[in-house]
Nanobody, 120 residues
């Protein structure tokens, strides 16, 4: 069983930055892909970013490419999402996801979510 706990969300002005963190339990953190999925009010869930178990492979949604960076520290069982040049349309609950097929929003494990609000 894997437990995921997100932190780092909050309120920020457009153009600002936030860094989300996701701490994972379990000894096999370094063996599976990690990622982030978000859901804006009244909208469907949307893939944001994914990172391979080794950290060498990453992928991003077109809407965040060039602004967001995903990374991981396997020694700390933590994955990060650095979000720069934030826009009001980035406002959403951001969920950490682990294993499974994250890009198609079918991970094996979900965090509880952290709210990100970008004001214009």
């Amino acid at each position: 069983q894997v437990q995921l706990v997100e932190s780092g969300g909050g309120l920020v002005q457009a153009g600002g930055s936030l860094r989300l963190s996701c701490a994972a339990s379990g000894r096999t953190f370094s063996s599976y892909d990690m990622g982030w999925i978000r859901q804006a009010p009244g909208k469907e869930r949307e893939f944001v970013a994914r990172i391979s178990w080794s950290g060498r492979g990453t992928s991003y949604a077109d809407s965040v490419k060039g602004r967001f960076t995903i990374s991981r520290d396997n020694a700390k069982n933590t994955v990060y999402l650095q979000m720069n040049s934030l826009k009001p349309e980035d406002t959403a609950v951001y969920y950490c996801a682990a294993s499974g097929t994250i890009a198609t929003m079918r991970p094996d494990y979900w965090g509880q979510g952290t709210q990100v609000t970008v004001s214009s």
